[in-house]
């Protein structure tokens, strides 16, 4: 556009076109394609505003994507950490349990392992109170009586969850 307005002024400014009707055509299409030029312009001005802009955004967002990407490091480490501590407790209960396992007796303990796969991993509950732990239901007054009457070596189970019960000192009894 810039050629062609050059050209036609080139035109002009020779002498070139002589007939009043051309200078006046030629100096309507210079003032037009100056015009066009300037509407040219502001369109490539606002497109190289946009691109700044959407270049800051980019950058901007670039930068929150590595902030959120060592946050989510961070958690994904303490993460690791937390389940190597689990696996290691994991472990030592494992190794503690099968010391303790050694000294029930095997009928006691394959009604526990039975109990606990049907009860989601609870297979005994301590008796607190005069209520189960486990169903967290208080004992009737019924079922008080046969666990004072009961032998401390006796096994109990509660008659709502049919879990095992623990009587400790703090059984309420």
């Known amino acids: 556009m810039r050629q062609r307005a050059a050209r036609d002024q080139q035109r002009l400014d020779s002498g070139a076109?002589?007939?009043?009707?051309?200078?006046?055509?030629?100096q309507r299409?210079?003032?037009?394609?100056?015009?066009r030029q300037g509407d040219l312009e502001d369109v490539v001005l606002e497109v190289m505003e946009r691109r700044e802009a959407a270049?800051?955004?980019?950058?901007?967002?670039t930068e929150r994507v590595s902030s959120v990407q060592a946050k989510a490091d961070d958690a994904t480490a303490r993460r690791d950490t937390a389940l190597?501590?689990?696996?290691?407790?994991?472990?030592?209960t494992t190794k503690e349990r099968e010391v303790v396992a050694?000294?029930?007796?095997?009928?006691?303990?394959?009604?526990?392992?039975?109990?606990?796969?049907?009860?989601g991993g609870v297979g005994a509950a301590r008796l607190f109170q005069?209520?189960?732990?486990?169903?967290?239901?208080?004992?009737?007054i019924t079922e008080v009586n046969e666990v004072k009457a009961a032998a401390p070596d006796t096994v109990l189970r509660c008659e709502n969850c049919r879990r095992i019960l623990v009587r400790t000192s703090e059984s309420g009894l």
Not at 130 to 140: A, D, I, K, S
């Open 130 to 140: 005069r209520r189960c732990e486990g169903c967290r239901l208080e004992l009737n």
């Open 17 to 26: 076109v002589s007939s009043p009707k051309d200078l006046e055509s030629l």
């Open 84 to 92: 190597a501590g689990l696996d290691a407790e994991i472990a030592s």
């Open 102 to 119: 050694g000294s029930v007796p095997a009928d006691l303990l394959k009604l526990y392992d039975k109990l606990r796969a049907q009860q």
């Open 55 to 61: 270049q800051e955004r980019a950058a901007e967002l």
């Open 29 to 35: 299409e210079i003032v037009s394609l100056a015009k």
